[in-house]
């Protein structure tokens, strides 16, 4: 039996176990159980009664929204970042995740009464700069701090208030407590709600940055999509100098935007006319074809997407829909 406060979990799946087990009986890896303390991932909490409003009292003000410039950006947010809202970007290595956050960051910054914090657990500071200084960024107002320790990030947060802190990467930044593993499926889970819960009663907008792997498996992100309340995936092709940012899930707008950008060595440029963009793709379909293949991991889908691409595009709104 396991101890007292402690059971097992799946660090490829998350099934939780009562006692050890050698091979999970939910995703059949082997190895991949291991004791974690119970408290550590418990987030029951009572519920007291004057937490309990009646439907007929509840007021329903506009979502605030903070417009960062970037079109195709704040169109995928469903119109504009969100105070406290929280938003895992998903993206395979190298796809320019770390290159649309500075940017994003950037611009937010520069926006009267917001203070941004840019936490990287992958790079140095000196990286960054030169990321910045590759993508034209001098900015006074932009923070940024280098940390891999959840605590210590946790207490940055605190201490520095700001009203959007983007953590890159999930991945990176783990909890010395927990005995699981850095980039295992705890310590995301504890990295995930310890920035959400302590960032949105706060109005703290948070951007959580998620490695999806090579091929194709949205390993760790996928498994606490639930966690937030938007989910963005960046895509594109590897020799195509085109990126799309797609939502997948979002509680403060569409869940199927679409935003076009272009990755040049100066960084990601909108794409104003994506029907133009999409169009002039057609004569090749190659790259339609070949992102939505790595979407959904099938290719039986391919030609109901080119479809729906072409026929969804809606100029007037300057929107696209899957
Ligand atoms: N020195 C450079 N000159 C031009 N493009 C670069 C340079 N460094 C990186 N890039 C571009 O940025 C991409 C990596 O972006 P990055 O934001 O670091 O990705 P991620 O954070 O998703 O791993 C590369 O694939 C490349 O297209
Ligand atoms: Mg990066
Ligand atoms: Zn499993």
Not at 28 to 35: F, K, L, P, Q, Y
Not at 153 to 168: F, G, H, N, R, W
Request: charged share 25%; proline share 3%.
């Amino acid at each position: 039996m396991a101890k007292r406060g402690y059971l097992y979990e799946c660090q490829a799946c998350g099934q939780k176990y009562p006692k050890w087990e050698g091979r999970c009986t939910s995703c059949n890896e082997w190895n991949t159980i291991v004791e974690i303390k119970e408290e550590k991932w418990s987030s029951t909490k009572p519920i007291h009664s004057d937490q309990v409003s009646k439907l007929s009292d509840i007021g329903v003000s506009d979502t605030p929204r903070t417009l960062s410039g970037s079109k195709e950006m704040d169109r995928v947010l469903g119109g504009g970042l969100v105070k406290g809202a929280s938003v895992l970007i998903g993206g395979e290595p190298g796809i320019g995740k770390s290159t649309l956050l500075l940017e994003f960051a950037d611009r937010i910054s520069l926006i009267k009464g917001q203070k941004v914090l840019y936490v990287t657990g992958e790079e140095s500071l000196e990286q960054i700069k030169i990321r910045a200084g590759r993508l034209g960024i001098d900015n006074n107002e932009l923070l940024l701090a280098s940390d891999t320790s959840l605590s210590r990030v946790m207490s940055t947060i605190e201490s520095i208030k700001p009203t959007l802190v983007i953590i890159d990467s999930i991945q990176a930044v783990y909890d010395e407590e927990l005995s699981s593993p850095m980039g295992s499926f705890s310590q995301l889970r504890q990295t995930v709600s310890s920035v959400v819960e302590y960032c949105k009663p706060r109005d703290i907008s948070s951007f959580l940055i998620g490695h999806v792997t090579k091929d194709g498996m949205i390993a760790g992100p996928k498994l606490i999509e639930h966690m937030v309340d938007a989910v963005i995936y960046f895509e594109g092709e590897e020799n195509i100098n085109y990126r799309i940012l797609r939502t997948i899930k979002n509680r403060f707008g569409p869940s199927n935007e679409l935003g076009i950008f272009e990755m040049s060595s100066e960084g990601l440029k909108d794409v104003d006319n994506p029907s133009s963009f999409f169009i002039s793709e057609r004569s090749s379909g190659r790259l339609c074809c070949r992102w939505y293949h790595k979407w959904e991991q099938t290719t039986s889908y391919r030609s109901t997407v080119f479809a729906l691409y072409f026929v969804s595009w809606d100029a007037k709104k300057n929107s696209c829909w899957l």
